[in-house]
């Protein structure tokens, strides 16, 4: 019965953490995950690569500001989980655990990537003078 109930716990804790890398397209464009945006619409592919390209490619702020923050993380999950209020059914060091698994699952964990990127490509029309009536 513990063992069920370490799997359950284990298993929301990935739910958990899926959800919070979860981030929500701002403007430009974009790949949503198909798994995650049937619970949270317009949820962007939380794939490193995927995100970076669609900030620096398609001006899209959403996906630099997931990437940048999924960055963060990924960096030192333990300080992240320290500052997540506790659970009873799982320590600390299985949520970091979840969440260095999900960071490595999604290309978090590779060499060169770089700590930030900026939105980038980004067409604005020119202004117009327009008059009032």
């Not at 798994?35 to 490619?57: C, E, H, M, R, Y």
């Not at 989980?81 to 600390?92: E, L, Y």
């Not at 655990?97 to 060499?111: E, K, S």
Request: neutral net charge; charged residues 5%.
């Amino acid at each position: 019965m513990r063992n069920r109930i370490a799997t359950i716990a284990i298993a929301g804790a990935l739910f958990g953490a899926a959800l919070f890398f979860a981030g929500c397209a701002v403007l430009g464009g974009g790949q949503t995950d198909p798994i995650l945006s049937q619970f949270v619409p317009k949820t962007l592919q939380d794939n490193a690569t995927v995100l970076a390209g669609n900030a620096t490619q398609s001006c899209n702020a959403g996906a630099a500001q997931e990437y940048n923050l999924n960055m963060v993380i990924c960096a030192n999950p333990t300080a992240f989980v320290s500052q997540i209020p506790g659970n009873p059914f799982v320590t600390p060091a299985q949520i970091a655990a979840v969440i260095g698994g999900v960071c490595a699952t999604n290309g978090y964990d590779l060499a060169g990537l770089p700590a930030t990127v900026a939105v980038g490509n980004c067409t604005y029309p020119a202004p117009t003078n327009s008059t009032r009536k």
